[in-house]
């Protein structure tokens, strides 16, 4: 039937009909982007580690599950993407909150990868790792991946003392 997709009418050029492809070429490469994506966001989601990518404007551009469980995030600051706003929550968890926050502005200016425990006042124990960001050889921002190295029962004696 004239007008219909894929039928050639002979009201509309060559040109409409380039675009009308194009698009359809389009819609299937976002479709395969979104796919990819999804994909990549579940594996990252059955880490046991905790992944956290932050930009370089300090927008959260990707948390794990066990990152928000690990460092016990609420759901309306996972929302709010807002980094600032993470480290101040989790400040108050940690043993030494003002060397955490300096090493963390330190590293959001660096190419260098890092690695260093955080020791938390009930007695958790992270490795933290992080890595520079680079997307066509500009820094664009950090990811953190968090191990919980906590003692086995350390928590549980720091309960009953």
């Given amino acids: 039937m004239p007008g219909d997709a894929g039928h050639d009418d002979p009201g ?5 009909e380039e675009l009308r492809a194009r698009v359809r070429e389009l819609e299937l490469q976002y479709d395969a982007l979104r796919k990819k994506e999804a994909i990549l966001h579940a594996t990252l989601n ?27 995030i609420p759901p309306d600051l996972v929302e709010a993407a807002d980094d600032n706003e993470m480290l101040n929550f989790v400040l108050d968890q940690l043993q030494e909150p003002d060397a ?20 938390f006042i009930d007695g958790r124990v992270f490795l933290r790792t992080s890595h520079p960001l680079v997307v066509d050889d500009a820094l664009c921002g950090r990811v953190w991946t968090f ?15």
């Avoid at 956290?52 to 469980?69: D, H, I, P, W």
């Avoid at 502005?105 to 260098?112: I, K």
């Avoid at 190295?149 to 309960?159: H, N, Q």
């Fill in 100 to 119: 955490f926050l300096s090493r963390v502005r330190e590293l959001y200016t660096s190419l260098r990868t890092s690695t260093d425990k955080l020791r």
């Fill in 147 to 161: 191990r919980d190295e906590t003692p086995a029962g350390a928590l549980r004696s720091r309960a009953h003392a």
């Fill in 12 to 16: 509309i050029g060559p040109e409409v």
């Fill in 46 to 72: 059955v880490c046991d580690d905790g992944v956290l990518a932050v930009n370089e404007c300090g927008q959260v551009v990707f948390a794990n599950r066990q990152f928000l469980k690990m460092w016990r």
